[in-house]
């Protein structure tokens, strides 16, 4: 999603310094076993239980293991939770706030985060099955970086007056929408909240997270440092919960102005409903994606981007919206380079999430486990040729794992490269030149990303515009950083994470007209 793969050479950014570089399996999980799993929804500048007293199981796929009972926060708890927010917005707490004043909270809050970096990183491994060193490297310093990045944002964006005739003074305003409710996904957890929380709360909004039900303990506890930074009460707050029920309790409500939502294009479509049934609130959508993976046969360093289409698919356990889950390749390379992804896949280091040398760990959950597998029995059955993993793994663990996956002989219109699968499975098809492999990558319900490999600065330029997606990548996979939009075409969405633009989504554009007299 812009500079996460394993591929990355520069994955530790910032100022963050993660647990001693020579950590051990042992370090990690005595650490973990002393860990206090906050479990309350966060409302109103307080930790409470949900007002029916509801929870549900923190599962950890690691081992299967409930590692707490979470508020299962609903109706009663976002009807609190909007009502704190919409009063802090209008009593000016934090809206009317000079930027800098804001921006100085919304450091204090990113240094609060480092400081807490370990016991973070630790929380999201645990909750979500992810390496603890990409949790360490990456989740953690990134979503730290975002955070610091729009508090940095905060009192540098100007206004603009329009170029009228000398008699007017035409000002267009940038003014906070008002209560925001983002609601994210599991695959991750802080780091897509942080996408929200940065632009949203830097441009004076209230803000109310709800995480992913498989996935809440750090939302949960960076609550707590953000009221501790001093974001006033009502202006960050956390409600966990089911998707049906807080979730959409929220999306339907009448007093949240704008939901910004990362999640499946399923849900995506009934948030355009709830809004549409409601009151018109702004929905902002990040939505699912099948990334083409092109490589040319005119490709400079074929090692490169047999790297590059493995980690492509298998980092974070193929659970990124943009993995590079189509591999499409020119035919005259193509045995060379699966062969070549084939050596890198099976290199990875697979196993435990909480053991330093894991470079790919646990599906998040049974439902996914289970969606994954049965996909990849799909695709034995549509007549794929499976050259590579498709068995589940480390049964004896109670965690959920899955082998890294290649298909060969994908036909673009089968269901495993049509549908979002979210897990470590590649499917290999071929095409002859440059202009069916554009038709076949643009062949599908969505458009997030896209990424070319060619030594040809012109069929580069060419493919890159012609390719209906969000992001496009060039001789490398998934580039980078918090300055650039990341974001989709089609049924991948149409709102723009990161970068200045992602301000737009939590401002309300308004036209000031003054008469000189
Ligand atoms: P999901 O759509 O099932 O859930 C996302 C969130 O929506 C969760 O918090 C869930 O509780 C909530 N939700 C579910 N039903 C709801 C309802 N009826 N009303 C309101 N909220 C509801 O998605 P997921 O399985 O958590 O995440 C995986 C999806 O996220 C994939 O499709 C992936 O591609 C996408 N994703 C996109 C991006 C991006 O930037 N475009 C980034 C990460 C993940």
């Known amino acids: 999603m812009g500079g996460l793969s394993r591929h990355r050479p520069d994955l530790s950014i910032g100022k963050v310094k993660a647990m001693s570089a020579v950590l051990s399996l042992d370090s990690v999980r005595q650490r973990s076993s002393q860990l206090n799993f906050v479990n309350q929804a966060f409302i109103d500048g307080r930790y409470c239980a949900a007002a029916s007293g509801q929870t549900f199981d923190c599962v950890s796929p690691v081992d299967g293991r409930v590692l707490t009972q979470i508020a299962r926060c609903d109706q009663a708890d976002v009807d609190r939770a909007v009502a704190a927010a919409k009063r802090a917005f209008e009593s000016g707490v934090w809206a009317d706030l000079a930027p800098k004043a804001r921006k100085k909270t919304l450091l204090a809050f990113a240094d609060l985060m480092e400081k807490h970096a370990d016991e973070l990183a ?39 007056v329009a170029p009228t005739s000398p008699d007017v003074v035409a000002m267009l305003r940038r003014e906070p929408v008002g209560v925001v409710a983002a609601i994210v996904p599991w695959n991750f957890p802080l780091l897509m909240a942080s996408w929200k929380i940065g632009p949203a709360l830097a441009t004076g909004n209230s803000l109310i997270l709800k995480p992913a039900e498989q996935s809440s303990l750090t939302a949960i506890r960076v609550a707590q440092l953000a009221a501790e930074a001093g974001i006033p009460d009502g202006v960050f707050q956390v409600v966990p919960g089911m998707g049906p029920e807080a979730g959409k309790a929220l999306a339907r409500h009448m007093d949240v102005d704008c939901v910004a939502f990362t999640g499946s294009g399923e849900v995506g479509k009934l948030l355009l409903k709830y809004s549409g049934e409601t009151n018109m609130k702004r929905v902002w959508l990040e939505c699912g994606g099948k990334t083409p993976h092109i490589v040319l046969a ?21 659970e990124v919206c943009n993995a590079g889950s189509r591999l499409l ?3 005259s390379i193509k045995d060379e380079l699966v062969e070549k992804v084939m050596q890198v896949g099976k290199s990875i280091r697979f196993g435990d999430p909480l053991d330093p040398a894991t470079q790919m760990g646990a599906i998040v959950d049974q439902d996914q486990f289970a969606k994954v597998l049965s996909y990849i029995g799909l695709g034995q059955e549509e007549g794929a040729r499976l050259l590579m993993g498709g068995r589940k793994a480390f049964a004896e663990t109670g965690g959920f794992y899955v082998e890294p996956t290649v298909f060969d002989g994908v036909r673009n219109d089968m269901r495993i490269a049509q549908e979002e699968i979210f897990g470590p499975v590649l499917s290999v098809l071929t095409f002859k030149d440059a202009e069916e492999a554009v038709k076949v990558g643009n062949a599908t319900v969505y458009g997030l990303a896209s990424a070319v490999w060619t030594r040809d600065i012109n069929k580069a330029h060419k493919m890159a515009r012609a390719l209906r997606s969000g992001v496009v990548w060039v001789n490398c996979f998934d580039g980078g950083d918090i300055t650039t939009p990341f974001g989709g075409y089609k049924q991948s969405g149409f709102g723009r994470d990161k970068s200045l633009h992602a301000m737009e989504k939590y401002t309300e554009m308004k036209t000031i007209w003054i008469q000189l007299h």
């Open 122 to 160: 630790l929380l999201e491994t645990l909750d979500m099955g992810k390496p603890i060193n990409d949790s360490l490297k990456v989740d953690i310093p990134l979503s730290i970086n975002c955070v610091r990045w729009y508090a940095e944002a905060a009192d540098k964006v100007y206004d603009e």
């Open 298 to 318: 005119d490709t400079a360093d074929l090692h490169a981007a047999a790297s590059a289409a493995a980690w492509g698919i298998f980092y974070n356990q193929g």
């Open 329 to 331: 390749v020119e035919e």
